[in-house]
């Protein structure tokens, strides 16, 4: 299927490694330029490498966007390179529960995954308004809807997003821009998988991969398709919703999340 995505140009918050690296990279295969952005020029230059094996054009731009003036910077940037698709995909998570969690803690989560996804709509909204076309893609969670019990400060921030990408899908009608929500399940990045294996290491037990996945799969994320999700799996679902092809699509949340979301 042609995505229609040939020409265009986006940028993708938080691409320099795991599910942004994936988004970049398929958004490229679909003939899609990509401005790359991370906080480690090593890892953001690799992952542009890797895009622009693809035969698009590949730039990088460095930034933390809780920093002041960084969004602005990265703006600057994205204008320049024309990109009028937006994937909001940086966040930072942690582990707390409701016992450990202190008020800073709901502040950073907050400020990573919410307020980051904002000052960067705000920069890129208007240009797309301009142009009459634009995409702005979120990437948010399958805790939006399930909260997790050791994660609730990040639990809450995304379900956040899902809320103001359904604000700003209604905002901006009659644009020609839309706006999205892509909220994954458990995605097996090499750190996660990483982690899994080095438990079983530390148990004495087997660290193979395919025996560890259906184990990890039933205690962490029963889901009916039976496997964790790919980093593919994530960056599929974004590269739809950023094409021309997607146009009728508008204010969702696209769980990828195997069916592990038990609500509709």
Not at 172 to 185: D, I, K, M, Q, R
Not at 236 to 257: C, S, T
Request: charged share 20%; with cysteine; hydrophobic share 45%.
């Amino acid at each position: 299927m042609d995505l229609e995505l040939t020409g265009c140009a986006a940028l993708v918050t938080g691409s320099s490694g795991g599910i942004g690296t994936a988004i970049a990279v398929r958004l490229a295969a679909e003939g899609c330029d990509v401005l790359v952005h991370g906080r480690d020029a090593a890892a953001a230059a690799k992952a542009a490498e890797e895009v622009a094996r693809r035969g698009v054009r590949a730039e990088v731009v460095l930034g933390d966007l809780a920093e002041e003036g960084a969004a602005e910077r990265i703006g600057v940037a994205a204008r320049a390179f024309g990109a009028r698709i937006l994937v909001n995909n940086a966040g930072p998570f942690s582990e707390h529960d409701w016992d450990s969690a202190e008020p800073a803690d709901w502040a950073a989560a907050f400020d990573g995954n919410v307020l980051s996804a904002v000052r960067m709509t705000r920069e890129m909204v208007p240009s797309m308004r301009e142009c009459g076309w634009g995409r702005v893609i979120n990437v948010g969670s399958r805790a939006v809807t399930t909260p997790l019990p050791n994660m609730v400060e990040y639990s809450a921030a995304k379900a956040a997003v899902v809320n103001m990408t359904t604000s700003l899908a209604h905002h901006l009608a009659g644009t020609g821009v839309t706006a999205n929500c892509v909220s994954p399940g458990v995605i097996m990045t090499p750190s996660l998988r990483s982690m899994f294996q080095e438990r079983a290491r530390t148990r004495g037990e087997d660290d193979g991969w395919g025996r560890l996945e259906p184990e990890v799969t039933e205690r962490y994320a029963p889901n009916p398709v039976g496997r964790l999700g790919r980093p593919d799996d994530v960056a599929a679902a974004v590269a739809y919703l950023a094409g021309p092809v997607a146009d009728y699509v508008n204010g969702i949340n696209l769980r990828v999340d195997g069916g592990i979301t038990h609500t509709p």
